[in-house]
């Protein structure tokens, strides 16, 4: 656990996490299928720092607001956030991802494409809440320390 909760720290640990896992989506897109767009490669590339900052600042949730007896811990966050924004990726992008899994067989139901989207959502969501967690502290002292200083 980190020393002294902060939010600063969150937001710096989720959107470095975030930007090097976009950057690896937009260096290596072009070799899984050569006719993906430039700006789509731009967009996986901030999609993820976003998620990042995303689960940041809802690390400072560790109750459910409407119902405080109902406790989040981080990787109940973090999953949501994961599933919920690769959803909506994949909601936006769903005519972009066909073309793209096509070129191999084995995936070609929309039932992997979907699916396969919300799993890889909820890994890397999971692991950018662990070290967020990890080094940045959870709830709502991590603001109130930022506020401090």
């Given at each position: 656990m980190a020393q002294q909760a902060s939010l600063t720290k969150r937001f710096i640990i989720g959107k470095s996490i975030g930007l090097a896992i976009g950057l690896v989506g937009f260096v290596f897109l072009p070799y899984f299928y050569e006719d993906v767009a430039l700006h789509f490669r731009f967009g996986v590339l901030f999609w993820y720092s976003?998620?990042?900052?995303?689960?940041?600042?809802?690390?400072?949730?560790t109750v459910h607001p409407m119902f405080p007896q109902f406790p989040m811990p981080w990787?109940?966050?973090?999953?949501?956030?994961?599933?919920?924004?690769?959803?909506?990726?994949?909601?936006?992008?769903?005519?972009i991802?066909?073309?793209?899994?096509?070129?191999?067989?084995?995936?070609?139901?929309?039932?992997?494409i979907i699916f396969g989207g919300l799993l890889e959502g909820l890994i890397i969501a999971l692991f950018i809440g662990y070290f967020e967690n990890l080094y940045g502290g959870e709830g709502i002292e991590a603001l109130q320390n930022d506020l401090k200083k």
């Amino acid at each position: 656990m980190a020393q002294q909760a902060s939010l600063t720290k969150r937001f710096i640990i989720g959107k470095s996490i975030g930007l090097a896992i976009g950057l690896v989506g937009f260096v290596f897109l072009p070799y899984f299928y050569e006719d993906v767009a430039l700006h789509f490669r731009f967009g996986v590339l901030f999609w993820y720092s976003t998620m990042g900052a995303f689960i940041a600042m809802f690390g400072v949730l560790t109750v459910h607001p409407m119902f405080p007896q109902f406790p989040m811990p981080w990787w109940f966050r973090a999953s949501i956030l994961g599933l919920w924004l690769n959803g909506l990726l994949l909601l936006f992008c769903y005519d972009i991802f066909v073309p793209m899994l096509a070129a191999y067989p084995e995936m070609q139901s929309a039932t992997f494409i979907i699916f396969g989207g919300l799993l890889e959502g909820l890994i890397i969501a999971l692991f950018i809440g662990y070290f967020e967690n990890l080094y940045g502290g959870e709830g709502i002292e991590a603001l109130q320390n930022d506020l401090k200083k």
